[in-house]
């Protein structure tokens, strides 16, 4: 058939189909006057190769393992091995979570990852005074290598990979996770893992910030350098919209606002000297995955483009890996209901399909009682099998980008490609991210969308079943929850008050009084911060000294 | 006339980061009509009682989503005793388990609202309870 031809007949049966169309309408009206994503992007009621026209193949989506990485980062993609099926878990004390972890291994997840209670993120020793209430609620508290060397116990280092959740102090959890490895005969250069650091993205939606911008940056590129020379498997940030999005945003910011926070940590390494074709290499994503399927698979589709463009012809890396977006996914918490909780892990199940869909390297799945508490046991391990069956079961991972050369995803993906330059355009415009977010910006936006969601919940027009819809009545009261035991704090306390007494004192004090003066130079930090930690100086100790020296980022507060 | 708003101050009291749900339901407050003084992210019970008593608040929402309810709801009530301004309203929201609910009225708040609760249904209960008090 001539293309001539094709288009000919393509032309009279859209014809055709428009005038069906409008008969069906005249008989029943859709289910509403117009259809848009979960992000708010309108869609169309049926996609023709029309949409895909101006699609160049090879330039758009190439393939697998090749620019612009469209359709994933590795040619064999799941058909060589699963994703990373990596839960995020930490409550209590070291001793509880490290029962936990090993519980997880035992049950077939693949790498670790950390939560921390929120003093430890924050730079606090759990017996500060910011800390009561908090200790060991969120997270686990750590305060020392002491309980480093407790969480880690009996897990191998050299072939578990972990991941932790922490960003102002990441540096001080870095180097205790080392001083850990190093007493346990394994080097540096052998472990592999993840630490967030990635600064901005708290200042704009997730809050743990400690220090302001400006030495915050430099203690992020401090790493940067350190692992390039030292950890060379690590990977120094995740860069994570996953936060973002659950603040509100819609895809379309999630994807613009990460890449943008992205583009601020590749210039400040450069500033500092550094080559992006290597340190380009251990930045790593995290997005969320969230309700809107197609969108979603677009979205991460999207996201791996945008970003292989933005190292290849902004800073011209040539370097394939450092080109690569690599991602984290974790399905989206805010979407999980108090209400039937039961539901959540068929609402989890689809998250996971957009997650593996859209090409992750590695997923955590929510846990179906996240709304009422942290997950128990019970519920953990549902979370897990979900992706056991995804991974397994479906089939969808035995096909590389299944959803390519669909005109419905592939014109989402060009909407949300194109929809996420214009906002770094814009965030370009203000001076970059660090000036955007002084200015309120991203900010802004994210409120602007959460609050226009949550209204479209309360009106009906949006349904969340369970919530707003399809309600029943219900007795919750006797759910079985995870409780952390009020205690937790005053042990946690008497512990650090005990391992400051055996410990050299003497030595701490010196190693912090270096930290001090090397926060004053401009030379890496990192050292400094592993004969500190190496001599049982706190993390509360040595963000202590930080403090002094940097000072404290004060919230821009937006309404 | 703007003396008899409503004035109400939303918190987040700790080192809880999550604030989407403070600042949705400072907003829906505030575009009914209320005078909002939204505080920001960490805040200690003291600072929290110190900006209502000077705001002359009628009613303190906290926002708690890390678990640690039951420590920042007391502080906060125990500390309006002393400063004897307990007729501010205390009530709040989160990630609250229902079995926890009950003891957080005992103690002294006025209303926990849960997850989906629509923010209409916040702002009824506040006026009511405002005006209730206000007589």
């Not at chain 1, 001539?2 to 189909?17: D, F, H, I, W």
């Not at chain 1, 839960?87 to 077939?108: D, H, I, K, V």
């Not at chain 1, 593996?356 to 955590?364: E, F, I, R, W, Y």
Request: with cysteine; hydrophobic share 40%; glycine share 8%.
């Amino acid at each position: 058939m001539s293309g001539a031809k094709q288009s000919e007949e393509l032309t009279a049966g859209r014809e055709k189909y428009k005038a069906a169309v409008a008969k069906s309408l005249e008989r029943s009206p859709e289910r509403r006057a117009a259809f848009t994503t979960g992000g708010g992007i309108p869609v169309e009621r049926l996609y023709t190769p029309d949409d895909v026209a101006g699609l160049d193949y090879m330039n758009d989506l190439g393939f697998p393992g090749e620019y612009p990485y469209t359709r994933g980062v590795q040619p064999t993609m799941y058909r060589g091995r699963f994703w990373t099926m990596r839960q995020y878990a930490g409550f209590a004390t070291a001793e509880a979570s490290n029962e936990r972890y090993r519980y997880l291994l035992s049950q077939g997840t693949t790498g670790l990852s950390v939560a921390f209670d929120l003093p430890t993120q924050i730079g606090y020793d759990s017996d500060h005074r910011m800390a009561q209430g908090e200790v060991g609620k969120v997270g686990v508290a750590i305060d020392s290598l002491a309980d480093m060397e407790i969480l880690f116990g009996g897990i191998p280092l050299d072939k578990v990979t972990t991941s932790m959740t922490i960003n102002a102090p990441a540096g001080v959890l870095l180097a205790m996770y080392i001083a850990v490895g190093e007493k346990n005969g394994i080097k540096p250069e052998q472990l592999g893992g993840t630490i967030q650091n990635d600064i901005l993205k708290e200042y704009i939606a997730r809050g743990t910030y400690i220090f302001p911008p400006k030495p915050s940056m430099r203690l992020i590129t401090d790493i940067f350098e350190f692992c390039s020379q030292n950890v060379p498997k690590w990977n120094t940030i995740s860069i994570s919209g996953y936060h973002i999005r659950e603040a509100g945003s819609t895809a379309i910011q999630e994807v613009a606002f990460t890449l943008a926070d992205g583009i601020a940590y590749v210039e400040a390494a450069i500033a500092k000297g550094q080559d992006p074709n290597v340190f380009g290499k251990r930045l790593s994503f995290f997005f969320n995955a969230h309700n809107d399927f197609l969108e979603e698979v677009a979205k991460f589709r999207a996201a791996r483009k945008v970003w292989g463009r933005i190292m290849k012809e902004r800073f011209g890396v040539t370097d394939k890996s450092a080109q690569m977006l690599r991602f984290h996914t974790q399905t989206a918490g805010s979407t999980l209901t108090a209400q039937q909780p039961e539901i959540n892990v068929v609402r989890v199940a689809v998250q996971t399909m957009a997650a593996v869909m859209g090409g992750t390297q590695s997923l955590h799945t929510n846990s179906l009682d996240e709304a009422l508490a942290l997950p128990t046991d019970a519920s953990v391990r549902v979370a897990l099998r979900t992706q056991q069956v995804v991974a397994y079961e479906s089939g969808i991972t035995n096909i590389v980008d299944p959803f390519a050369g669909s005109y419905a995803v592939e014109s989402l993906t060009k909407t949300i490609e194109e929809g996420a330059w214009e906002y770094i355009r814009k965030i370009d415009d203000l001076g970059g991210m660090l000036a955007a977010i002084e200015k309120g910006y991203p900010q802004q936006n994210i409120q602007d969308a959460s609050y226009e969601y949550q209204r479209q919940v309360e009106s009906g027009d949006r349904v969340v079943v369970g919530v707003n819809k399809f309600q029943i009545e219900e007795d919750d009261s006797s759910r079985q929850l995870l409780r952390v035991d009020p205690s937790v704090g005053d042990n946690q306390a008497k512990k650090l008050s005990k391992m400051k007494e055996s410990r050299d004192n003497v030595r701490v004090k010196e190693t912090l009084e270096e930290i001090r003066k090397t926060a004053q130079r401009t030379d890496n930090l990192m050292p400094r911060i592993l004969d500190a930690v190496h001599s049982y100086a706190t993390e509360g100790e040595i963000c202590g000294v930080l403090r002094d020296v940097f000072g404290e980022y004060k919230e821009n507060v937006v309404l | 006339m703007a003396d008899n708003k409503i004035r109400v101050v939303v918190a987040k009291p700790g080192l809880d980061g999550h604030d989407r749900g403070a600042k949705v339901i400072a907003r829906a407050f505030r575009d009914s009509g209320m005078e909002v003084i939204y505080t920001g992210l960490r805040q200690t019970p003291e600072q929290i009682v110190e900006t209502a008593i000077q705001e002359d608040a009628d009613a303190i929402g906290l926002s708690i989503l890390s678990g640690a309810h039951e420590h920042y709801f007391s502080a906060i009530v125990e500390l309006l005793k002393q400063k004897n301004a307990s007729d501010i309203v205390v009530f709040g929201g989160g990630v609250i388990p229902e079995s926890d609910i009950p003891h957080l009225l005992e103690i002294g708040a006025g209303a926990i609202f849960g997850p989906g609760t629509p923010t209409t249904e916040c702002i009824e209960w506040l006026e009511k309870t405002v005006s209730r008090k206000r007589g």
